[in-house]
T-cell receptor, first 112, second 115 residues
Framework: QKEVEQNSGPLSVPEGAIASLNCTYSDRGSQSFFWYRQYSGKSPELIMSIYSNGDKEDGRFTAQLNKASQYVSLLIRDSQPSDSATYLCAVNRPQGAQKLVFGQGTRLTINP | DAGVIQSPRHEVTEMGQEVTLRCKPISGHDYLFWYRQTMMRGLELLIYFNNNVPIDDSGMPEDRFSAKMPNASFSTLKIQPSEPRDSAVYFC?????????????FGPGTRLTVT
């Protein structure tokens, strides 16, 4: 079992719809969860972090965390073509709080 | 504020040559990370430093890889000798304490091609 798992996609969503990205993790001791966006040929860009169960909203983005079920999700409302990118889920390792394990990423395409 | 700075942005070298990648973290950040990204293996942590001291180098693939951080504003990742399988994008990231955790910010990366 991979430490952090994501559906590689591609996930295709029409413009204006809600894009839903999911991530599961294996270590119950993980405390910090991050979503990064990576455009092709660019570096990962931090877009959301979440540490407590529940929802966290920032503009069009909502991160959801359920520690009991060990999953994290990212919702993108009113999807725009500029949201087309690969989204990486990252989870910290409890034994080294600064160490992040990244999923393979989900490629998202927003269709105009 | 300037972000994480990496150089060179692209490096093409022949097998057996020494390669040195450079990183300047964001001022005030006390953690520095080196990652490698490939299509097959994704984004992997190689090594990280706290206050210029290496904390965990368990991700460094072989003795051919070494990293140093002589001061708070500079780090190097060296590969000697380089091999074609080292071809990848190498990212440097730095972080600081916020909201009970550290958020990592990535540099633009160095695309390394070893022929």
């Amino acid at each position: 079992q991979k430490e952090v798992e994501q559906n590689s996609g591609p996930l295709s969503v029409p413009e204006g719809a809600i894009a839903s990205l999911n991530c599961t993790y294996s270590d119950r001791g993980s405390q910090s969860f991050f979503w990064y966006r990576q455009y092709s040929g660019k570096s990962p860009e931090l877009i959301m972090s979440i540490y407590s169960n529940g929802d966290k909203e920032d503009g069009r983005f909502t991160a959801q965390l359920n520690k009991a079920s060990q999953y994290v999700s990212l919702l993108i409302r009113d999807s725009q073509p500029s949201d087309s990118a690969t989204y990486l889920c990252a989870v910290n390792r409890p034994q080294g709080a600064q160490k992040l394990v990244f999923g393979q990423g989900t490629r998202l395409t927003i269709n105009p | 504020d300037a972000g994480v700075i990496q150089s060179p942005r692209h490096e093409v070298t022949e097998m057996g040559q020494e390669v040195t990648l450079r990183c300047k973290p964001i001022s005030g950040h006390d953690y520095l990370f080196w990652y490698r990204q490939t299509m097959m293996r994704g984004l992997e942590l190689l090594i990280y430093f706290n206050n210029n001291v290496p904390i965990d180098d368990s991700g460094m693939p072989e003795d051919r890889f070494s990293a140093k951080m002589p001061n708070a504003s500079f780090s190097t990742l060296k590969i000697q000798p380089s091999e074609p399988r080292d071809s990848a994008v190498y990212f440097c990231a730095s972080s600081f304490y916020r909201d009970s955790t550290y958020e990592q910010y990535f540099g633009p990366g160095t695309r390394l091609t070893v022929t």
